[in-house]
Every structure is written in structure tokens, then in C-alpha cells.
């Protein structure tokens, strides 16, 4: 039996999804609530790993067991029991065994939040970046353009990474702006048939540098055409990236 | 010379702003700072008190200091080197000895945060109450009406307050929603000339009693008249209510 699980968490004091040595990864912490709610040692296939730090409102994960009475959409309330409070499953349901929620993902999409403010605002450090000036909505809308469609990556891309291709498709790049209390807030909304490492951050930097006239048009296709990581901004934070959403054909 | 600060802090860790024993509050880590950094113990007196677990954009203070070179517009980077980064001083300045942060405080606005879900969102835990079910915005806005005006708020205070009057009066209850992937948020935004203690987060709970039709303007009414606590719906968690803003005749 294939159980689908969407999964929301604040990666803040996480090291990542992933599980790894010597750290607290948000994988770690629910095959343990699985072990701790079924018995069971059961790994666990996410769409794909998210840094450390980055949160999550719609992650999704596989994961296959046998002899298990609890119905999908249970799982929910039968594991969040046993997981800490800034981790959290929020919907389950069944497939079957040619689901993979990693390779059968098509689209994900990632918001990343600025806010604008020359000094720090404790309430909305947790899940945003903070920049002393960024351009006019039109500037980063426009700039925004620049990335949707297929191009290589490769210069968004962490250097070390091992992946067969640097090329993906970026549907759209949405920027929506609020007013608060505390100033102005910035939403990216970056969606794709797949990401690469710190891909989302670069691409969010890059843009800031596009919107401002720091850079130009012409770097950003240089960038796309040589893969030199140099002609592109700052990698930002990690603290200001969620994964929002994986679509799947079927069921998102 | 008496010094102004305006002050932003995220409550999660804090057992209020009043310094207390054998808790750690905002107003203890401001008056360390000030220390710290200017070498004198001087307590702060501030626009009133915020409750154990509640947050602040705007909470403003005063203190005097004499033999200081310091200018009132540089205290903020003199005293955020000493101050943990859930608390912030994001402005400062001079004023003359008949201004009193408490005292000369003329209106306060509030937001109380709830978002809509049958399950806990990680993301949103921190800043925002969960409710299951809400009522439509129409009807949210239309009962918020019912607390504008001068009214005997005795019902919404927590008892053993011993204020000298408990009618105050509230100049505007504005609802705001939005749509986010993780369904909807509620914005509750109180502004009054001034707030018992447990005011905003019983004024919450009561809205959405009415706005539900669970209880009615007749039982609200009766709580003006009576004074009684359990005629009013639950008082709201802490970790939705923030401290916006307080305005002041001269510079808010």
C-alpha cells in the first residue's frame, strides 16, 4: 500500500529535509513519528529536498507499508501526534505503486518573501529576508519576465551539485507587493517543472539586481549562454524560501 | 533629556513587556541594553503593558538620561548591539518633559491574526490563532461595528484589573482577509484610546461569536450593561495579538 503524505513545516531549526549525520533533518523527524505511530522503519521519498532553513507549506512525500490498518487519511492525525510542532502533516491520501512523489512531480512552486526596512523587524524576520531598498512592483514585474521559459541554469546552481541537466522550464515568475504596518513586503512566486540547488535564491537576488538597473538583460543572457555563477547576484537566504505547492497529474 | 523609542518584539519568548521576577520580559532586555550601552541604570516607562506572549510593531517608550552624548536618532543602532534580535528599537527621538509614552498616548491600534484551518500550519502557528470555521467577511464586518463607540468594557477585562474606570472608547474594529495557500488569513485591527487588560483578545473571541450567530447584540449589549464575563465568548490566545501602533498629539 502507497501512502501520499503533504507536509508543512517551519525549517528554521532544521537542518534541511534530507536526513543526514550529526544533524536535525524534517525527514528524520517523521520516519521517527512513522516508527513511533505504525512500528515500522520505513524511508520515506520527498519530491525533492528542500536546505536547510527553507520551510515548507506543501512538501510531498512516498512512502510504501504493508500489514497497516490506518486509512491514508488518517495518517494526518495518527502521526502529527508524535511530531514536534513546527513539523506537521496536513493531508494524506493512497496511490499506487506508480506514484513517486518525487519523479512524477510536473510543476512546483516556491514563494520567497522580502521585506523592505533600513533596520530589522522582529516579527517578520522568521520567514523573510529583509533588503534596505528594493525597486517599483512594475521594474520587478518586469524583470521577472526574464526568467520564465526554458533556459540552463547552470549559474543559479550551487557549485558541487551532480545533476544530469542544467536546463529547466520556469512557467512564471509572479511578484505581488503588500503594505503593512511595518512597511512594504515583497512575495516571488517562482514556478517550475523542477529546481535546482539555491536555484529559487539566486534567481531571487538576480532579480533585485535586474528591477534596480544593476544589472542588465544582457548579463542575465551571458549567464544563461556561459553558466558563470559571477554574472549573477547574491544567493539570498534561506530563511525567506517555501516550497508552496507540487502538482502531480493526478492529485496535487 | 528625555528620550523616545519606538520598539518592535516578538512576544513567543517573553512573559510580557513589565519587568517581573523570575521572568524574562521586553522591558528587563530594553533596560539591560540601556545599561550596557550607556552605563546607567534608568528604568523606561512605556505606552502600557503587553501580556505574556504577545508581540509588538510599534510599542513606544520614554526614559531620561542625563550626560549623554548620544543623539535620540542614533539610540536605536546604540542600543540594538545590546538587545536579542526578537527585540528591535526602530526609532528614536527628543522630547520635552511634558510628553509621557503612557500618559500622553492618544489612540493604540491592535491586530489580532487568525487563520482558517482544520489542521495547525506550521508557518502560521507563531503569529496567528487557528479557528476551524470563520464566518463570512461580510458578517465579520458587520458585527465589528457593534464595538465601535464608547462602551463599559468591564465584561472584557480579566478580573483582579483594578483601573480606575474600564469605559473606554473604541474609535474603529476593521476586518481584512486574504487568500493564501494555506487558506484563509483574518486581520482583526482595533484601534481605541485605550485597552484593559485582555480587552482585544476577549473583543476577538466575541466577534466571531456574533459574526456566527452563536451569541447575539442583545447578549453583547447586556455584557455593556452588567459587567459580566460570561456573557461574552473565549478570550483569544496571546500569540495572535500584536501591538501596532500608538499615536502621540505631536509624532506618533
Chains 1, 2 share one sequence.
Not at 529576508?129 to 520564465?148: M, N, S, Y
Not at 558541487?160 to 512597511?183: C, D, L, M, N, W
Not at 539566486?202 to 551571458?222: D, I, V, W
Request: proline share 3%.
Amino acid at each position: 500500500m502507497r501512502y501520499v503524505l503533504k507536509i508543512a513545516y517551519d525549517g528554521t531549526d532544521y537542518a534541511g529535509w534530507q536526513c543526514q549525520k550529526n544533524a536535525v533533518t524534517v525527514q528524520e523527524k517523521l520516519e521517527e513519528a512513522i516508527f513511533s505511530a505504525l512500528g515500522q522503519n520505513i524511508r520515506v521519498t520527498a519530491s525533492g529536498r528542500t536546505d536547510a532553513g527553507v520551510h515548507a507549506a506543501g512538501q510531498v512525500c512516498h512512502f510504501d507499508a504493508e500489514n497497516i490498518t490506518v486509512p491514508p487519511e488518517k495518517m494526518p492525525d495518527c502521526l502529527n501526534r508524535f511530531l514536534p510542532p513546527d513539523v506537521r502533516v496536513t493531508d494524506g491520501w493512497g496511490a499506487d505503486e506508480t506514484f513517486d512523489a518525487n519523479r512524477s512531480a510536473k510543476r512546483k512552486t516556491y514563494c520567497y518573501s522580502l521585506y523592505v526596512s533600513l533596520r530589522e523587524m522582529p516579527l517578520k524576520e522568521r520567514y523573510a529576508a529583509r533588503v534596505e531598498t528594493a525597486p517599483d512592483l512594475e521594474k520587478l514585474q518586469a524583470a521577472a519576465k526574464l526568467f520564465e521559459g526554458e533556459h540552463d541554469f547552470k549559474a543559479f546552481c550551487a557549485s558541487g551539485s551532480s545533476v544530469k541537466t542544467t536546463v529547466r522550464t520556469v512557467y512564471e515568475v509572479k511578484v505581488e507587493e503588500a503594505q503593512t504596518y511595518g512597511g512594504r513586503d515583497l512575495k516571488i512566486y517562482v514556478t517550475g517543472n523542477g529546481f535546482l540547488y539555491n536555484m529559487v535564491r539566486t534567481l531571487t537576488g538576480e532579480l533585485l539586481e535586474l528591477a534596480s538597473g544593476r544589472r542588465t538583460e544582457e548579463s542575465l543572457l551571458q549567464a544563461y549562454a556561459t553558466g558563470k555563477r559571477e554574472l549573477l547576484g547574491k544567493t539570498m537566504p534561506a530563511k525567506g524560501l517555501t516550497l508552496l505547492q507540487v502538482e502531480y497529474q493526478t492529485k496535487n
